[in-house]
């Protein structure tokens, strides 16, 4: 039947990246003699006071989630006792260091993937990897830069980093001036060795995280040294994570929690864009993997709906392909419409491919080229067709008659050429294409 598939970008359980918000305000400490002890609150004045104009720091975060639903989800979830099988517990490592007021690089690591980002303003790089010898040999995917007011988040404040499932936006890394911020009915909770503990209750953000929902306060402890250094923070919240009706999952609490060190206040650092010959501009189009496949010679069509575009190309090694043997698949989709607008074609070697009709399929011709096409209980199409030594199958919502003018003329696959536009085709699903 068809073979549409949906392909969700992995999707790292961990933790927020970080950065460091900017203010011009100085806060003093109030000490009625030189003898009384600083207050809970003149000491987070303080270290808010340090924060600001130190303008750099360095960091290392160390992150736990533990989530409340009904299954494991991912390779590198530990799994609880029987009695407690609807827990879930993913740990994740963050290193970065900051900027002021916006410039940020962090490296998180959870579940067996690194994933490295770069902000500088309000533009947003990021890549991701195994290792980090791949790591460092990736390049950069450019996003967030929308041309709004508003960091490549969407929140406004510059932020630089990635939000993973259980990671609220109020825990960055490193963003001391916000948890300070947030901080209510602080108290000292120890002093030993030149240094101060104050816990203090964290305030509920007036809107909470895409996807997530506060269920309680949470809480935060900072450790300061003499001056008002803040050496360490320790992030506790529970959290109520969204479900996805599409995909059938259930909402789920998380506890979440981010223990984090500081280090090199008011060091100086460079961050920069990275180059351009360091960024790629088309991540979803494996230009160099397509470069390499020999196999048959790759097509494309000459002209595609209107207004569609190229979404995505690669190279489908043989072990996750339909064909015994590596095959190149090539995306074209409406960017309008989230639902509808799709054809996927899927090209392999004469050799490889089962040319054999499925029971139920109908004689399809587009142009010279002959094959069969079947349709599901939805109307969505699957055809298959061969020209010369390749086999090209095409899974699409467009209708027989349309996918009929699409196929009928085919030229070598060039991914820097747009196809033409074509106008009046039709959809198998009763939508306009």
Known sequence: MTKRRTRLIPVLVGAAALVLLASSTSVAVVRATRDEPATAEALLAEARRFAVESRTVSFRAETRQESNFGEVFGEEAEEVPPEEATTVVNRGVIE??????????????????????????????????ES???????????????????????????FG????????????????????????????????????????????????????????????????????????????????????????????????????????????????????????????????????????????????????????????P???GDTGCDEVEIEYTDPDDEDYGYLYLYESSIDCADREAPPGSQPFTAGPNRGWVESDDDGYLYAQIVVGRTVIGADTDLSVASLRRVLSQLEPLDLSREPDPITGLTSSVGTPA
């Open 96 to 129: 970065g260091i900051a900027v002021d007021p916006d410039r940020t690089r962090t490296v998180t690591r959870s579940g067996g993937f690194l994933f490295e980002t770069l902000s500088v303003g309000d533009e947003l790089w990021t890549r991701f990897a």
């Open 132 to 158: 980090d010898d791949e790591l460092a040999d990736r390049k950069w995917t450019a996003s967030g830069a929308d041309g709004s007011e508003e960091g490549p988040s969407g929140r406004g404040d510059g």
């Open 161 to 316: 980093g990635f939000q993973g499932p259980g990671a609220p936006e109020d825990a960055d890394a490193g963003n001391v001036i916000r948890l300070i911020d947030r901080a209510v009915a602080p108290t000292i909770v120890a002093r030993a060795d030149g240094e101060t503990v104050v816990r203090a209750d964290l305030v509920p953000r007036a809107e909470a995280p895409t996807g997530f929902k506060e269920v309680n306060r949470g809480s935060a402890e900072f450790t300061l040294a003499d001056g008002g250094r803040p050496v360490r923070t320790v992030v506790n919240q529970i959290l109520e994570i969204d479900g996805s009706e599409e995909f059938d999952i259930p909402g789920f609490t998380v506890d979440y929690r981010l223990d984090q060190t500081y280090s090199g206040w008011g060091e100086p650092v460079s961050l920069e864009a990275p180059a351009e010959a360091d960024v790629d501009r088309t991540p979803s189009v494996e230009e160099e993997a397509i470069a390499e496949f020999t196999d048959a010679p790759l097509l494309q069509p000459k002209g595609i709906p209107e207004g569609w575009v190229l979404g995505y190309a690669d190279v489908i």
């Open 318 to 320: 043989d072990e996750f």
